[in-house]
């Protein structure tokens, strides 16, 4: 990780100092891909330049926020590796870091106040009934739904009698009439007419705080330097940007990244199938092929290279590089990266990270029951390359150690070639040089196919003097030894299967070689 650098900001960032960044997840649900992906863009970002990277839980929805949901969405970040400065769970020197315990300290309370005292906004006392009028109105003359300023009228004193004897109030933002320009990296300078933004209310009666006003006076007082999230946030930003001004605060660097669609164009949803961190985690994805994917959905490195590792990418991370067009989630290009991460795992981690896909498979009943722990590293190592997600290992595992009946097997013609009984001889009288799978380390995966090779290069040699060409050694192994004529490469079948199973079976195919027939 690079070190702290105050003082490398990136272009466009007005701030000075250092880089603070925050993912500010509503708890109502699981973590969705393309909250991820946010989480990501800010971590990267963060990463990159050596600042901090926050989260907070915007949790003001009290019907629909959970305890459950935030620390799914915990575990999911930190599954994602997506590590935090300072959180809910870890603390830090901004917090406290949910919503929720902010609104019962009164900081939104305080803040709100303060706008009333400087004239910045005034209590509102308009029934529900009234707004819903105003509203039809607006709807029928065509004109933007806005709130007539009634209340804006009221003296200030009077109005605060009112609240004091009792009566319900909410407490809207005066919008000032100014254009308003949101600099935004992405997508640049871009800009909105308050014309259109009538005063929206930033506490209610009842106390609650609006999303707008909750989130300035938290990157207020979180030091937020740029905020990075979901182009959904770019009309609440011309908001913010007033806000943030009435608070007397220069507004962070915006960057608003594209939202993820579904093939066909729309929002990425559960109608086109997965969506969560959590199911994609559940089908056999890992989380360095799911930041690797999210990250490349519209940021590009500098080269070719699309296979990334999380620290080359913090390492070439830059928002300039974020395009603003919509990322279609492409699940052919997930698994392509999935399967390349995959085979990038050492033995010993393969076979960590299979262990629950193995068990959701049937456990042990998958496997024949003598396999050992050894053994199963190597059919594990053995099928490696052609899995597309950790799921397909159960199936591929099984076809490892099972043998196709040969008496009904396709193969059976070419096993009585001529050649194939003196193959089996020869291999059987050499099998107590081939190594037990016994080990339960992974490291040994290499070690032991080493020596199944060495004695594949014996039996070959032996073939060329007695006039045996290559290849009926091969398929003779082969077919005796799965019943198939394809598969994983001989040495880790020998050492997968081991010498006991290996010289049963190669006992079991000698009715069925050119001497017996
Ligand atoms: N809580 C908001 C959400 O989940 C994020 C708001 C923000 O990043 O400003 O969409």
Redesign the pocket.
Known sequence: MPERNPSVLPPGGPVPGPVRV?????P?GTLHVG?AR?ALYNYLFARHLGGSYII?I?DTDVARSSLEHEQSILADLAWLGLDWDEGPDIGGDHGPYRQSERSDAGIYRQAAERLLNENKAYYCFCSQERLDELKKEAQAHGDAPGYDRRCDAIEHAEAAARVAAGEPATIRFRVPRTDIVVKDIIHGPTEFSSAVIGDFIILRSDGGVS?NFA?VVD?IAMEITH????E??LT?AAR?VLVFEAMGHEPPAWAHHSLIMGPDGGKLSKRHGATSVGDFRGMGYLSSAIINYLALLSWSPSGEQEKLAREEIVGEFELQRVAKSPAIFDIQKLNWLNGLHIRDMSAKALSEALKPFLDLAGGADVMPPAVSDGQLVVAEAAVQTSLVTLADAGSQIREFFTLSPLAESECLPELSEEGSAAVLEMALAGLDRLPEAEYIDGAAVPELLESARALLKEWKKACKSADIPPKRLFRTLRISLTGRTSGPELPFLLTGLGPATVRERLEAARPFTDQAL
């Open positions: 925050r993912f500010a997840p509503s109502t909250s946010t907070r915007e999303y989130v990157d905020v990075i999230r979901g959904d946030h609440n913010q």
